[in-house]
């Protein structure tokens, strides 16, 4: 079965600061991948994906993630984060029909 | 174009109480999906459907019962409710591989 490993529980970063949240899966054939974002109180909403082509994808709200297929990894990126950044992050992986979440990364943003 | 519904948003239980969750979508997606979500845990799948008349079990479907009569719905039930069952659970529909989430139930089960 898939897994997926998000490495940290809680980012802190000030306004302008860049982010980069670290996600890794574990699975032998082909994925999707995929990052969403859940604002406090809110439903998840995808920030974007990952099929094939072009290993740099870029999302809404300037987020790009990289896949690195050697790695098993599918980082996510953001040169300046915002105050309404501040939200839980989380990488999944698609493989047979299931979606398959990470424990999540809540980013707090400080003004 | 409501995309995916949930009824109801908030509901508390007392444990051995019954319930039925509510998920819609009006998009006329083959899959739906049920999640629970719980600090740190991320979502875990509960049940899916791939079309309407099929179930199957998900990574945590003890407890949860689920049926697809119509397309357009995907019902979770809850036989029995314990303290275990408290969380937040959303349901998902899915288009060209990328689900699509509704806003989510807050279940406590007291």
């Known amino acids: 079965a898939q897994s997926v490993s998000q490495h940290n529980h809680h980012v802190i970063l000030s306004e302008a600061a860049s982010l980069e949240l670290g996600c890794n899966y574990s699975?032998?054939?082909?994925?999707?991948l995929f990052w969403y974002v859940q604002y406090p109180g809110q439903h998840l909403q995808l920030l974007l994906k990952y099929f094939s082509g072009d290993p740099l994808v870029k999302g809404i709200k300037g987020f790009e993630a990289e896949f690195i297929k050697s790695k098993f990894s599918f980082n996510l990126r953001k040169p300046s984060v915002q105050w309404s950044d501040t939200a839980e992050y989380f990488c999944a992986v698609n493989a047979r029909r299931q979606l398959t979440f990470g424990k999540g990364t809540k980013l707090s943003v400080i003004p | 174009n409501a995309g995916v519904t949930q009824t109801p948003k908030f509901r508390v239980l007392k444990t051995g109480q019954s319930m039925t969750l509510l998920c819609a979508q009006d998009?006329?997606?083959?899959?739906m999906y049920w999640y629970r979500q719980d600090p740190g845990m991320g979502l875990r799948l509960i049940h899916y459907s791939v079309g309407e008349g099929t179930t199957a079990k998900g990574e945590v479907p003890d407890g949860y019962n689920v049926s697809r009569l119509k397309k357009q719905n995907f019902l979770l039930g809850l036989e029995s409710a314990a303290p275990s069952q408290t969380s937040v659970y959303f349901c998902a529909s899915r288009a060209s591989d990328t689900q699509y989430f509704g806003p989510g139930t807050r279940l406590t089960v007291l």
């Open positions: 699975y032998g054939g082909t994925v999707n």
């Open positions: 998009m006329n997606h083959e899959y």
